[in-house]
């Protein structure tokens, strides 16, 4: 039996950053809001204990705050003539759980796309012509870097970002990066103190003429009261940031900077333990009644709401909308359907140089504490005598020295017996790593949609991920790997090492949750499956918010991006959908 | 079985070990609907519970003798560090085996089972408890019918050739064990032990860390941080402390 709740004004799919950035919005605007989540309620003072916070096993390696995948995995293949299996464990990427979501566990690397990120396709057709990106299928996201800056500027200062800017409205900054888009004013804070690794290697891209700058962090540089009124701690360089919960309120997480102002309000709540099934559409399919959710008892619910938002995490957002009949799923072969698209990840590689005079002390370390390169990402460089489209960050952000996972040893190193012992020991301290985090550029095959075998604890299929990287891809990692070898060739050392990206992507090694796409934003409702407010095509009274809007990914991690585009969604619903409830804002 | 703490049946706990897979079962809800301020109750917190050694949970006595000859070649004794038996981290594996990493309890095992791509991971039916038991025997049926003898009576550069075998997947284990696999999760849970928080059994005064020059659970490094390159002066702190705050047993 399904129990009916009284209705509400809005429910609202996960309490992540981008729930909570909609529920503080929405609550403000004097709407009755409900959010319900999956996972349990999480809060510093009670979750992340400054006692055992910094339990390596715990946390990182049995990954106690993630998503279990006993609760929902993916299948997954390389391409169409495989048979997908599940991803027993999680690995290549790490969904989150409960209150907070992955923004607990993030490290806090808080970037903005650059206007020519989001002209993908017109950019790269008008420079190297429509050939150049046949084999790909990138999109334009239907805004501008100037529509996003606001909301950007509205996320960094909720975040308390720290940071130096490298454009103001036009004027290059000194110190910052040049290549970023003009942005109105600095960052709310300024740029963390530096450890060694990435001073060094700042000093040797800047002797080769490139320009490194602080990576923007969520990592608070000093303590910061946010424009909602509550405070962050400066961070204490504790190196368990990524995979951990932050016991010294110093990193950015809907925790430390939204959640003590919504919890209060009188019309918001939310429920936790609590798993949203799928969403109720009116007969016709036309408009959302609301949701259906399960307790952890078994227990089901129909919540009525007149406004539904799936803020899960983007994968999960997918899902939901093909498990409730929002849009219709996309077809690789024919080319129909949004619903699934233009699935994205991330092209990493990665540099280790050997020193025997250094000593990095890695453990002082914070999770986007170091410097970045931007020389040869995205639309910064000429790609005209070149095979590929795309670029990476070249990032020195060394983010701990936990020692289960953090042991980098010369090439040729046996992984047992003392001969193991002995270069582990020497190669703890002084090794200095750095790595190419590289765009994901969408193709027809590379794409989600249901698995026909395999079902979750409810019995409802499995979302099937069909993914390797582009050979165009693996080119532009390729290329950037040239330029870390000069770099890592500048910076000395006895030897260097470089872990070149191949195809066949790999489910078991860590790699980034930053998986994108499946619910792409655009101007055309054949390609894309919602339009540039996030707001479903087909279900208009839906709003699907997260890196699941973005038609390919940059070279940059997606969450600052996912923030700004969750203030945007949030302004065009107050302003816009509010006046005509149930309409589209775009017309189709 | 004695704990440190006491071990309360926490929620979260619950949830991801029992109730998740049981949602037929008399119904118990730990669903929460929260309002008006954030909530907070005194002890809500879920810290761990530290394992004491001494008796085995999981291995015979025979298993734990081989799994401590294992982790003693893995971790060979030497003038960097204790080895990984006087290490603890046959007591490691020994908990872990018992608790959720054992029985797989967070992770899908539902079927079918079918042959997998190298990029698909592993497909086996087997949860890690399981794969010791047949492992472990395998090891040894292997060795008497090759040697005569089993893994703990080898000397040890015999038992490091036999080791290179397995991890090479030179040697047909019996019975369907896979050899490299079996191999890369006895290293996999050795060197956990080894350089986990000593509160799980297997980095015994914190040996691995005093080895490697990492502090552990310090937690704030602001007075060191614009110091480049220079060794941090302090020694490695636990989560339990330190052992000489423990006092006796500890």
Redesign the interface.
Known sequence: MTRILPRKDVVIVGLGWTGAILANELTDQGLDVLAVERGPWRDTATDFNIGYAQDELRYSIRRDLFLQPVVETMTMRNDPSQTALPMRDFGSFLPGNGVGGAGVHWNGHTWRFWDSDFKTKTNLTNKYGAARIADLQVEDWGVTGADMEPYYDQFEYLAGISGKAGNIKGQLQEGGNPFEDPRARDYPNPPMQMTYAPTLFAEAGRSMGLHPFPTPSANMSRAYTNPLGITLGQCTFCGFCERFGCANYSKSSAQTTVLPVLMKKANFEVRTDSEVLHVDLASGGKSARGVTYIDSSGEEYFQPADLVLLCAYGLHNVRLMMLSGIGKIYDPNSGEGTVGRNYCYQTNAGVQVFFDDKNFNPFIAAGALGQTIDDFNGDAFDHGGLDFVGGAGINCIPTNGRPIGTRPTLPGTPKWGSAWKKATVEGYKSTLSFSSQGSSYATRANYLDLDPTYKDRFGRPLMRMTFDFPDNDVRMSNYLCDRMEEIAKKLGGKQYAVGRRKKGWDSVPYQSTHNTGGAIMGTDPKRSAVNVFLQSWDVPNVFVIGASAFPQNAGKNPTGTVGALAFRAADAIRNQYLRNPGAPLVQA | MSHRYPIRMN??LF??SV???T??AP???????????????PM?????ARVIPGGWQFFTPKEAALVEAIVD????H?D??IGGKEAGCAVYIDRQLVG??GT???????G?F?P????????GEADPAQRYRAGLAAMDAFLKQRDGKTFVELKPEEQ?AF?TEM?AGKVDLPNGVKAAGFFGLL?QN???GF???P??GGNKDMA??R????????????D???K?????PLTPVS?AGRPEWLGKGA
Do not use: C
């Open positions: 929620r979260r949830l991801s109730a998740m897979l949602i037929t119904a118990v809800s730990f669903a929460r609907t929260i309002s008006g301020s954030l909530p907070w109750e809500a917190s879920d810290p761990p070649r893995l971790v060979p030497d960097l560090s959720a990493f797989s309890s967070r992770l899908y095992t539902q079918p079918k997998a791509l190298p990029t698909q991971g592993y497909q490091d080791l991890e290293l050795t060197m956990e350089f986990a928080d509160i799980y691995s860390w080895m490697l020059g990492f502090p552990g659970a310090r937690y704030d490094y602001r060191h941080v614009a480049h390159n220079q060794p941090y989560i």
